[in-house]
């Protein structure tokens, strides 16, 4: 991911520095539990531990070029790592990677780079799920018109709509979560995951301390079913960040400005007109969304390596895995950000639910009609009429509200009193039932109005 999209936090999991303090501690560790369980002699183990650790400690972009300079001439990335490694240790590095294969690291330290990456991600929905919490609650009783089709519809809350989004970014922490424990796993099993050459226990030992668990069944690698499915959660989360994304660009538009994303001091909107004030950080957004979802086609397509592997989902995984993660990161900050500083306009809503003269209650009446006696597909035609009688005048001087239109209609006026049309065409009937739904998303209603 370029730097302009890129958390130093999230960066700093996918440098090189940190991959191989994590391979040094995979190979440490399980040589620590050969010696455990009598395969390599303890003394050796605990000088590889602690001429290891004086390395790591140290470890600078000289140790980055030596190990370039290696893998250069060897072509082997673990082979080039194990090499200086040997250089820092000295003779005990004999019993380093004893038994073992290149994915026994590689895939073992994958799955602690994911679950790191998973931890700051799992910490980014937090942040989200209390901006959104916010101001829902701020907003429960504002009233918006909803839309569908993109066209007006009935009143809603807007906190309501706000409480949508929680309710899905919660959701997503749960997918998420669910996808963290899937991909932390471990294999120390060997070339074709047989334990040929290894103790089973040391896989076991390994996990524990990496705060995983061995693998089910390893081949020479970990199936790629389990990434597939960790990407296909982080794809679910970039389409929930575009639908929200997508839903303030909307509101945005010039000619409905019911909310909009915080214009700073200073910022600017165009180069050749000053008044534009551009929704370009949920534009940003929905273009990261797209890029954090192009990961699963190609992890998807992981899963099938041959026999017992191959070598092709490395490049792929070499540039999904920071890629996906490191953009899913600043989205959800970013997204965080956007909500916490949103500008809403109760006002400007207020005076959308009436801008199409009232037929938005159209329902309530045809209900009332209902009621009242007349069969529905009565009282349908009779509230349609006047309905686009209002419509397809609206903005000429002929144009009636639709009430008068009601009002003067002797269909309606001789089976339903003023007093009930007024209650059908009252916006904060669609409010009545917000506590109930607030205590089904939040657990909690906030206080009444």
């Not at 400690?57 to 370039?68: E, G, T, V």
């Not at 705060?211 to 959660?233: M, N, W």
């Amino acid at each position: 991911m370029v730097p302009r999209y890129t958390r130093p936090v999230m960066a700093a999991i996918w440098s090189p520095t940190n991959r191989y303090r994590i391979w040094f501690e995979i190979e440490a560790l399980a040589c620590e539990a050969m010696a455990e369980y009598g395969t390599v002699p303890k003394e050796a183990a605990k000088v590889v531990r602690e001429k290891g650790d004086a390395a790591m400690a140290a470890f600078s972009d000289a140790d980055l070029a030596r190990i370039d300079e290696i893998e250069a001439e060897t072509r082997h990335d673990v082979i080039a790592f194990l090499t200086w490694l040997a250089e820092k240790v000295g003779p005990e590095s004999r019993f380093v990677h004893l038994g073992m294969t290149s994915s026994d690291v590689l895939d073992t330290c994958l799955a602690v780079q994911l679950v790191q990456a998973t931890d700051l991600l799992l910490k980014d929905l937090d942040g989200v799920l209390d901006a959104l919490k916010t101001r829902a609650f701020e907003h429960k009783h504002t009233l918006t018109i909803g839309r569908s089709h993109g066209i007006h519809a009935e009143p809603t809350s807007f906190g309501l709509k706000l409480a949508g989004h929680y309710a899905e970014f919660a959701r997503n922490k749960e997918r998420l979560e669910t996808a963290r424990a899937e991909i932390a796993t471990c294999a120390i099993s060997g070339a074709v995951g047989t334990y040929a050459h290894l103790d089973p226990r040391v896989e076991s030992y390994v996990a524990e301390r990496l705060g995983l668990k061995p693998e089910t069944v390893s081949t020479q690698v970990i199936p790629r079913d389990r990434h597939a499915a960790y990407f296909c959660a982080l794809a679910v989360i970039a389409s929930g960040i575009e639908r929200l994304a997508i839903e303030v660009r909307h509101l945005q538009r010039s000619e409905v400005r019911e909310a909009e994303e915080f214009f700073h001091k200073g910022q600017k909107g165009s180069s050749a007109m000053p008044h534009k004030r551009n929704p370009v950080l949920t534009e940003n957004l929905t273009g990261l969304a797209r890029l954090v979802r192009a990961a699963v086609i190609p992890a998807l397509e992981d899963v099938a390596l041959w026999h017992e592997r191959d070598i092709s989902h490395s490049s792929v995984e070499r540039n999904i895995c920071p890629d996906a993660t490191i953009g899913l990161d600043f989205a959800l900050v970013r997204l965080s950000g956007m909500i916490s500083k949103m500008l809403v306009y109760p006002d400007r809503m207020a005076a959308n639910i009436e801008s199409l003269g009232g037929v938005v209650h159209s329902g309530e009446v045809l209900l009332a009609l209902a009621k009242a006696g007349l069969s529905r597909e009565d009282a349908y035609r009779i509230v349609q009429r006047n309905a686009m009688e209002t419509w397809t005048k609206l903005g000429t001087p002929e144009c009636k509200t639709f009430r008068e239109n009601l009002d003067a209609d002797p269909e309606i006026s001789g089976r339903i009193s003023p007093d009930v049309l007024d209650a059908a065409m009252d916006s904060r009937q669609h409010l009545k039932a917000l506590d109930t739904q607030y205590e089904k998303i939040f657990g909690e209603t906030g206080p009444r109005q």
